[in-house]
């Protein structure tokens, strides 16, 4: 999968102290998900939790304390803990108002612990079925891929330093255009975009559920 830009501003989270839980709010099928998994490689220990999956919602409702909460953790997804930062991704944190209430507890009493949680269709859960911390974390919306997001996924990089200067896209004009083009037609999912990066086939993203 393709470097998202947004994955700069994640970095920037993961500098920032104190670091609050982040809230990742987007539609379905931005890529929420992917983003985490390329952006934990910036971590020695990373946890992926699925709150659809019973085992998973069961542990992190429990009334354990945080402190004894976290080495259960690891040992449910059966991974040693080493030195190093500790990442930990909730998601479809729709799924438990128990939980997203809990978040505010990760952020007081495990600081040095770095936790993102995403949702889909959090603004119907917001307020209604569940009220997140204030105060207590932070959010950052996730979009679907930009014009120069499909540049990079499709190898046409060289093209951005152009964009700096608008005099200079004047001879590639009718080249960027095109790809503008492509752009509009195949829209800005990253699943989509991928595939048609891999396949530059108009007929086969036609068929991506």
Not at 150 to 156: D, E, I, K, R, Y
Not at 161 to 174: E, G, I, M, R, S
Request: aromatic residues 12%.
């Amino acid at each position: 999968m393709f470097k998202r830009q947004i994955i700069s501003n994640l970095k920037d989270w993961k500098e920032s102290v104190p670091h609050k839980p982040l809230v990742l709010r987007g539609a379905r099928q931005v890529g929420k998900t992917t983003l985490v998994e390329q952006f934990s490689s910036e971590f020695e220990n990373y946890l992926y939790f699925n709150l659809e999956l019973i085992s998973d919602r069961t542990l992190l409702e429990s009334d354990i304390p945080l402190f004894q909460l976290l080495p259960l953790l690891f040992a449910q997804k059966n991974k040693p803990r080493v030195q190093g930062d500790t990442l930990i991704f909730i998601d479809e944190i729709q799924n438990s108002p128990r939980v997203v209430a809990k978040l505010r507890y990760f952020y007081e009493e495990l600081p040095d612990l770095y936790l993102i949680a995403a949702g889909s269709l959090l603004e119907n859960v917001v307020g209604i079925h569940a009220s997140f911390p204030v105060g207590r974390v932070d959010y950052l919306p996730v979009r679907p891929c930009s014009f120069c997001e499909f540049l990079s996924a499709t190898g046409h990089d060289g093209l951005f330093d152009f964009f700096k200067t608008p005099a200079y896209t004047v001879p590639l004009h009718k080249e960027i255009m095109g790809l503008f083009n492509q752009y509009c037609l195949v829209g800005g999912m990253p699943e989509v975009v991928q595939d048609f990066s891999e396949n530059q086939d108009f007929v086969s993203i036609a068929l991506i559920p």
